[in-house]
Structure formats: C-alpha cells, structure tokens
C-alpha cells in the first residue's frame, strides 16, 4: 500500500484481557516507531525498531506492553493485562531510515478502549 | 513529558484570516517539526525546521525558529476551512533522533 496502515481501527477489550495493534509500514521503511495519544494530547512515543531490532524502547509503560518486528516489516505491539488507563489512541509511524531529520509517516491509528 | 508546548491551545478565526501557533521547547534539538492531525487520528508531516535554520516556508505555510529562545512559530496565511484540524510541534527525543516528542497541540477552527 502507499501508506501505513493499522488494523484494528478500533478494539474493545475488557480490563484483563490480551490485545495485539498490527502496524504495516511503508514498503522499504526500516524504521518503525509506536506511539500513544491519549484525549488532549500530544502522541506520546512508546517504541522505535530499526530494522528487526527494537532500538529503542524506553517509552514502553511497563512489562505490560511489547512489541515485536520479526521479519523488519510489520510490527506488532502487545499488550497484557489491560487496564482502563490503556484506552488511548495507538499510532504507528514509520521512517525511510532513522536519525534525526527524517519525516515519519503516521497510519490512522487503532482506538483501543477497555471496559 | 512533553518536550514541546503549543500556544494557543485553541484558535478560532474567520476564512482568509492567518493563524499563528508557537511552540516552546526545553532542551538543544537538531530539528523541529510540524504535524497536522485531522479528527484526532493520523498525523500528516507538514514541514521540518532544521537547528541551523531560521525560517522556512511551504505553500501557504511559514515557519520561523528561535533557538536562542528556544521556541518555534507556524503561520498559516489565507486560511481555508480545511484547515480546520489540531496542530503540533515535535523535536527529536534525544540526539540519535530515536523518536519525537510532541507538544499537546493547537486546535484550529477556521469557520466560512
């Protein structure tokens, strides 16, 4: 496709329950990044892959939250155990290389709300 | 934590008028962005400002950048309702330029 897509646009969970927010990036794009937007808020970096490899994952809340690039294309973020202060908007935005000075290109996001 | 922080949070004007937005950051950057988010979903880039550079332009868009003073401006000239969206400044999280840090934005109402 011509942009980043995610699926599900929208997922609705129960507090407890396992959810996975698929992100395919733009074709040739090694850098892959996912953020969380809260209501009001500005997107709020979560984690950047490079390639296979998550290159930086300081954003990630806690041990609850992981995210996977198997193959350096699609990249899946997971999350356990949610819990109602999970419900935010979740982008992902991907890169033609990392660094500085590179513009990332957002997909349309997946609204994730738990019950 | 938000690096940057847009001012106004809110902006109303009339078709035709211009828009001014500014936006302050705290620390050393390499480049400033900015976003424009439709509907609270995807973020469209609109333009990047280097560290080095004072002024940039883009269609009807005008962006200025003070590092001295450690703030950004975006000026939207004869403004259309499609402009009507939320705006954000983002700067690089660290100098590796691993992710960005935005701003809790502008919204922008342009009525006809």
């Known amino acids: 496709g011509a942009g980043v897509s995610q699926t599900p646009s929208n997922k609705v969970t129960e507090k407890g329950k396992y959810v996975e927010l698929r992100c395919d990036p733009i074709s040739g794009h090694t850098a892959l990044y996912w953020y969380r937007q809260s209501l009001g808020q500005g997107p709020e970096f979560l984690i950047y892959?490079?390639?296979?490899?998550?290159?930086?994952d300081s954003g990630l809340p806690n041990d609850r939250f992981f995210a996977v690039r198997p193959e350096g294309s699609v990249s899946t973020l997971k999350i356990q155990r949610t819990e109602r202060g999970d419900s935010a908007v979740y982008l992902c935005?991907?890169?033609?290389?990392?660094?500085?000075?590179?513009?990332?290109?957002f997909g349309p996001g997946t609204r994730l709300t738990v019950l | 934590s938000q690096q940057g922080e847009e001012d106004p949070q809110a902006l109303s004007i009339q078709e035709g008028e211009n828009a001014t937005m500014n936006c302050s950051y705290k620390t050393s950057i390499n480049n400033l962005q900015w976003y424009r988010q439709n509907s609270g979903r995807g973020l469209v880039h609109l333009i990047l400002?280097?560290?080095?550079?004072r002024e940039k332009h883009s269609g009807r868009l005008r962006v200025t950048l003070d590092t001295s003073k450690k703030s950004s401006s975006l000026l939207i000239t004869a403004s259309r309702a499609a402009d009507t969206a939320s705006y954000f400044c983002a700067t690089d999280l660290n100098q590796a330029g691993t992710a960005l840090i935005f701003g809790k934005g502008t919204t922008l109402s342009v009525s006809s």
């Open positions: 400002i280097r560290s080095n550079e």
């Open positions: 935005a991907s890169s033609s290389h990392g660094g500085s000075y590179n513009e990332q290109f």
């Open positions: 892959f490079q390639g296979t490899g998550a290159a930086d």
